[in-house]
Protein backbone atom coordinates (compact mmCIF):
# COMPACT_ATOMS: atom_id res chain seq x y z
CA UNK A 1 0.00 0.00 0.00
CA UNK A 2 3.09 2.24 0.27
CA UNK A 3 1.62 3.96 3.36
CA UNK A 4 4.18 6.07 5.50
CA UNK A 5 4.04 5.54 9.28
CA UNK A 6 2.45 7.22 11.82
CA UNK A 7 4.06 6.60 15.49
CA UNK A 8 1.58 8.45 18.42
CA UNK A 9 2.63 6.99 21.45
CA UNK A 10 -0.69 7.43 23.82
CA UNK A 11 -4.02 6.28 23.57
CA UNK A 12 -5.84 9.20 25.53
CA UNK A 13 -7.20 12.13 24.08
CA UNK A 14 -4.78 14.16 22.53
CA UNK A 15 -3.15 11.08 20.53
CA UNK A 16 -6.24 9.61 19.40
CA UNK A 17 -7.31 13.00 18.12
CA UNK A 18 -3.81 13.42 16.86
CA UNK A 19 -4.86 9.89 15.01
CA UNK A 20 -7.55 11.15 13.57
CA UNK A 21 -6.10 14.09 12.25
CA UNK A 22 -3.14 12.71 10.44
CA UNK A 23 -4.18 9.26 9.90
CA UNK A 24 -5.50 9.09 6.55
CA UNK A 25 -3.12 8.00 4.72
CA UNK A 26 -1.27 6.63 6.51
CA UNK A 27 -0.26 3.24 8.45
CA UNK A 28 -0.63 4.08 12.07
CA UNK A 29 1.48 2.83 14.90
CA UNK A 30 -0.34 3.14 17.91
CA UNK A 31 1.19 2.44 21.14
CA UNK A 32 0.38 2.98 24.93
CA UNK A 33 1.15 0.74 28.48
CA UNK A 34 -2.43 -0.19 29.21
CA UNK A 35 -3.88 -3.07 26.58
CA UNK A 36 -7.17 -2.61 27.69
CA UNK A 37 -6.87 1.27 26.58
CA UNK A 38 -5.02 0.25 23.37
CA UNK A 39 -7.21 -2.24 22.05
CA UNK A 40 -10.36 0.12 22.34
CA UNK A 41 -8.80 3.20 20.98
CA UNK A 42 -7.29 0.73 18.37
CA UNK A 43 -11.20 -0.53 16.98
CA UNK A 44 -12.37 2.83 17.57
CA UNK A 45 -9.74 4.05 15.21
CA UNK A 46 -10.32 1.01 12.97
CA UNK A 47 -13.94 1.89 12.42
CA UNK A 48 -13.37 5.37 11.18
CA UNK A 49 -11.18 3.43 8.37
CA UNK A 50 -7.53 4.13 9.57
CA UNK A 51 -4.90 1.43 9.25
CA UNK A 52 -3.64 0.64 13.02
CA UNK A 53 -1.30 -1.58 14.29
CA UNK A 54 -0.65 -1.42 18.23
CA UNK A 55 2.06 -2.18 20.42
CA UNK A 56 2.42 -2.48 24.17
CA UNK A 57 5.25 0.26 25.44
CA UNK A 58 6.37 1.28 28.46
CA UNK A 59 7.89 4.56 27.40
CA UNK A 60 9.90 4.39 31.10
CA UNK A 61 12.03 1.23 29.58
CA UNK A 62 14.90 1.86 27.42
CA UNK A 63 14.34 -1.83 25.94
CA UNK A 64 10.29 -1.16 25.60
CA UNK A 65 11.10 1.56 23.50
CA UNK A 66 13.62 0.10 21.60
CA UNK A 67 10.86 -2.16 20.66
CA UNK A 68 8.74 0.21 19.31
CA UNK A 69 11.05 1.80 17.02
CA UNK A 70 11.99 -1.87 15.82
CA UNK A 71 8.44 -1.82 14.71
CA UNK A 72 8.31 1.53 13.28
CA UNK A 73 11.28 0.23 11.24
CA UNK A 74 9.41 -2.77 10.40
CA UNK A 75 5.85 -0.88 9.19
CA UNK A 76 7.91 1.38 7.29
CA UNK A 77 9.86 -1.37 5.14
CA UNK A 78 7.04 -3.55 4.51
CA UNK A 79 4.81 -0.70 3.25
CA UNK A 80 7.75 0.42 0.92
CA UNK A 81 7.71 4.11 2.78
CA UNK A 82 8.68 6.00 5.64
CA UNK A 83 7.94 6.89 8.91
CA UNK A 84 6.67 10.64 8.65
CA UNK A 85 5.77 11.69 11.97
CA UNK A 86 5.94 10.87 15.46
CA UNK A 87 4.00 12.24 18.12
CA UNK A 88 4.79 11.76 21.78
CA UNK A 89 1.99 12.04 23.72
CA UNK A 90 2.47 9.42 26.80
CA UNK A 91 2.14 10.63 30.03
CA UNK A 92 0.79 10.44 33.53
CA UNK A 93 -1.02 13.35 35.01
CA UNK A 94 -0.19 15.53 38.23
CA UNK A 95 -2.01 13.74 40.54
CA UNK A 96 -0.41 10.49 40.04
CA UNK A 97 0.40 9.37 43.47
CA UNK A 98 4.25 8.03 42.89
CA UNK A 99 5.78 11.15 42.39
CA UNK A 100 8.64 8.70 40.89
CA UNK A 101 6.45 7.82 38.23
CA UNK A 102 6.29 11.20 36.69
CA UNK A 103 9.75 11.47 36.56
CA UNK A 104 10.43 7.96 35.19
CA UNK A 105 7.23 8.96 32.61
CA UNK A 106 6.74 12.45 31.96
CA UNK A 107 10.64 13.20 32.00
CA UNK A 108 12.67 10.12 30.96
CA UNK A 109 10.14 8.43 29.03
CA UNK A 110 10.31 11.74 26.67
CA UNK A 111 13.98 12.08 26.51
CA UNK A 112 14.51 7.98 25.72
CA UNK A 113 11.84 8.76 23.02
CA UNK A 114 14.02 12.05 21.91
CA UNK A 115 17.15 9.72 21.54
CA UNK A 116 15.34 6.50 20.01
CA UNK A 117 13.64 8.60 17.39
CA UNK A 118 16.77 9.85 15.55
CA UNK A 119 17.08 6.42 14.29
CA UNK A 120 13.68 6.91 12.37
CA UNK A 121 14.81 10.61 10.90
CA UNK A 122 14.37 10.83 7.83
CA UNK A 123 14.16 14.06 5.23
CA UNK A 124 10.99 15.74 5.93
CA UNK A 125 9.91 13.76 9.27
CA UNK A 126 8.60 15.97 12.30
CA UNK A 127 8.30 14.37 15.67
CA UNK A 128 6.47 16.30 17.89
CA UNK A 129 6.57 15.99 22.19
CA UNK A 130 3.64 16.70 24.37
CA UNK A 131 4.80 19.05 27.28
CA UNK A 132 2.31 21.07 29.09
CA UNK A 133 1.54 24.98 30.27
CA UNK A 134 2.76 23.27 34.29
CA UNK A 135 6.15 23.53 32.38
CA UNK A 136 5.68 27.54 32.60
CA UNK A 137 3.98 27.69 35.48
CA UNK A 138 6.09 26.36 37.91
CA UNK A 139 8.59 29.90 36.95
CA UNK A 140 11.54 29.84 34.86
CA UNK A 141 14.08 27.63 35.41
CA UNK A 142 17.67 28.82 36.94
CA UNK A 143 20.47 28.62 34.41
CA UNK A 144 21.60 25.73 35.82
CA UNK A 145 18.93 23.61 35.55
CA UNK A 146 17.80 24.50 32.30
CA UNK A 147 21.77 23.90 31.39
CA UNK A 148 21.29 20.59 33.05
CA UNK A 149 18.38 19.69 30.71
CA UNK A 150 19.60 20.64 27.34
CA UNK A 151 22.99 19.73 27.94
CA UNK A 152 23.09 16.86 30.50
CA UNK A 153 23.26 12.87 28.74
CA UNK A 154 20.08 11.52 29.36
CA UNK A 155 20.79 8.40 31.53
CA UNK A 156 21.69 11.45 34.37
CA UNK A 157 19.12 13.74 33.25
CA UNK A 158 17.53 12.99 36.62
CA UNK A 159 20.39 13.67 38.74
CA UNK A 160 20.48 17.42 39.68
CA UNK A 161 20.19 18.82 43.19
CA UNK A 162 17.50 20.72 42.07
CA UNK A 163 15.40 18.15 40.97
CA UNK A 164 15.60 16.89 44.67
CA UNK A 165 14.49 20.50 46.49
CA UNK A 166 10.76 20.54 48.06
CA UNK A 167 9.73 22.50 44.85
CA UNK A 168 10.65 20.17 42.42
CA UNK A 169 9.57 17.16 44.70
CA UNK A 170 6.38 19.27 45.19
CA UNK A 171 5.61 19.77 41.33
CA UNK A 172 7.18 17.15 39.57
CA UNK A 173 4.91 17.17 36.93
CA UNK A 174 5.76 20.85 36.06
CA UNK A 175 9.37 20.22 36.18
CA UNK A 176 9.22 16.89 34.12
CA UNK A 177 7.17 19.13 31.27
CA UNK A 178 10.07 21.83 31.74
CA UNK A 179 12.33 19.33 30.66
CA UNK A 180 10.76 17.98 27.94
CA UNK A 181 10.52 21.94 25.80
CA UNK A 182 14.42 21.95 27.37
CA UNK A 183 15.18 18.68 25.72
CA UNK A 184 13.66 19.26 22.30
CA UNK A 185 15.76 22.02 21.88
CA UNK A 186 18.40 20.11 22.46
CA UNK A 187 17.83 17.17 20.17
CA UNK A 188 16.73 19.83 17.07
CA UNK A 189 20.52 19.83 15.67
CA UNK A 190 20.81 16.23 15.67
CA UNK A 191 17.37 16.00 13.97
CA UNK A 192 17.86 18.34 11.45
CA UNK A 193 21.62 16.51 10.59
CA UNK A 194 18.87 13.91 9.16
CA UNK A 195 17.03 16.69 7.54
CA UNK A 196 13.72 16.15 10.41
CA UNK A 197 12.44 18.53 12.42
CA UNK A 198 11.48 18.74 16.43
CA UNK A 199 9.15 20.58 18.17
CA UNK A 200 6.69 20.38 21.40
CA UNK A 201 3.58 21.40 22.55
CA UNK A 202 2.65 22.83 25.37
CA UNK A 203 -0.92 22.67 25.81
CA UNK A 204 -3.39 24.52 28.62
CA UNK A 205 -5.73 22.98 29.63
CA UNK A 206 -7.46 20.01 27.55
CA UNK A 207 -10.90 18.00 27.98
CA UNK A 208 -9.80 14.44 27.99
CA UNK A 209 -10.51 11.80 30.70
CA UNK A 210 -6.93 12.70 32.37
CA UNK A 211 -8.58 16.58 32.95
CA UNK A 212 -11.83 15.20 34.14
CA UNK A 213 -10.42 12.76 36.75
CA UNK A 214 -8.12 15.49 37.62
CA UNK A 215 -11.05 18.23 37.98
CA UNK A 216 -13.02 15.93 40.19
CA UNK A 217 -10.01 14.36 42.49
CA UNK A 218 -11.02 17.10 45.43
CA UNK A 219 -13.04 20.64 44.91
CA UNK A 220 -9.55 22.19 45.64
CA UNK A 221 -8.17 21.07 42.21
CA UNK A 222 -11.72 22.17 40.22
CA UNK A 223 -11.86 25.66 42.04
CA UNK A 224 -8.35 25.96 40.82
CA UNK A 225 -8.66 24.74 37.36
CA UNK A 226 -12.39 26.67 37.32
CA UNK A 227 -9.78 29.98 37.95
CA UNK A 228 -7.24 29.23 35.70
CA UNK A 229 -10.23 28.90 32.72
CA UNK A 230 -11.99 31.80 33.49
CA UNK A 231 -8.98 34.02 34.28
CA UNK A 232 -8.06 32.92 30.72
CA UNK A 233 -8.01 35.31 27.89
CA UNK A 234 -10.76 32.76 25.82
CA UNK A 235 -12.64 31.34 28.55
CA UNK A 236 -12.86 28.10 27.53
CA UNK A 237 -11.07 24.63 28.03
CA UNK A 238 -9.59 23.38 25.38
CA UNK A 239 -10.45 20.41 23.35
CA UNK A 240 -8.30 17.81 21.87
CA UNK A 241 -8.65 19.02 18.17
CA UNK A 242 -7.69 22.21 19.52
CA UNK A 243 -3.95 20.31 19.78
CA UNK A 244 -4.01 17.75 17.38
CA UNK A 245 -4.39 20.99 14.69
CA UNK A 246 -1.23 22.54 15.81
CA UNK A 247 0.35 19.08 15.68
CA UNK A 248 -1.09 18.76 12.37
CA UNK A 249 0.74 21.95 11.54
CA UNK A 250 4.13 21.40 12.85
CA UNK A 251 3.91 17.70 10.61
CA UNK A 252 3.39 19.96 7.53
CA UNK A 253 5.51 21.17 4.91
CA UNK A 254 4.24 25.06 5.98
CA UNK A 255 6.11 24.22 9.12
CA UNK A 256 9.48 23.43 7.15
CA UNK A 257 11.34 26.42 9.05
CA UNK A 258 10.26 25.80 12.40
CA UNK A 259 12.23 23.49 14.82
CA UNK A 260 13.86 23.00 18.47
CA UNK A 261 10.64 25.77 19.45
CA UNK A 262 7.70 24.35 22.06
CA UNK A 263 4.11 26.03 21.42
CA UNK A 264 1.65 26.98 23.63
CA UNK A 265 -2.05 26.01 23.22
CA UNK A 266 -3.93 27.21 26.00
CA UNK A 267 -6.32 29.60 25.40
CA UNK A 268 -4.22 32.23 26.61
CA UNK A 269 -4.03 30.66 30.18
CA UNK A 270 -0.64 31.80 30.39
CA UNK A 271 -0.34 35.29 29.19
CA UNK A 272 -3.05 36.10 31.59
CA UNK A 273 -1.26 34.22 34.84
CA UNK A 274 1.53 36.34 33.69
CA UNK A 275 -0.17 39.65 33.84
CA UNK A 276 -1.81 38.77 37.25
CA UNK A 277 1.70 38.61 38.17
CA UNK A 278 2.91 41.27 36.97
CA UNK A 279 -0.05 43.40 38.07
CA UNK A 280 0.15 41.97 41.70
CA UNK A 281 3.95 43.04 41.99
CA UNK A 282 3.39 46.91 41.05
Not at 168 to 188: D, F, I, S, T
Request: charged share 15%; glycine share 8%; net charge negative.
Amino acid sequence: MHLPVLVVTGAGGIGIAACRRLGSGHHILLADYTPAILSAASAALESEGHVVTTQETDVSSTDSVASLISKAKSLATAESSRVAAVVHTAGVPPSTINPNRIWEINLMGAAYMLDACLELASPNMSMIVIASLAGYLIGAPSPALSKHFLLSPTSELRDHPELKTDAAQAHPYGYAKCGNRLRVQAMATKYAAKGARVNSISPGLINTNLARAEMASNDAMKATIDNLIQGSALKRIGSTTDVANMVAFLCSGDAGFITGSDFVVDGGELSSVNIHQASASV
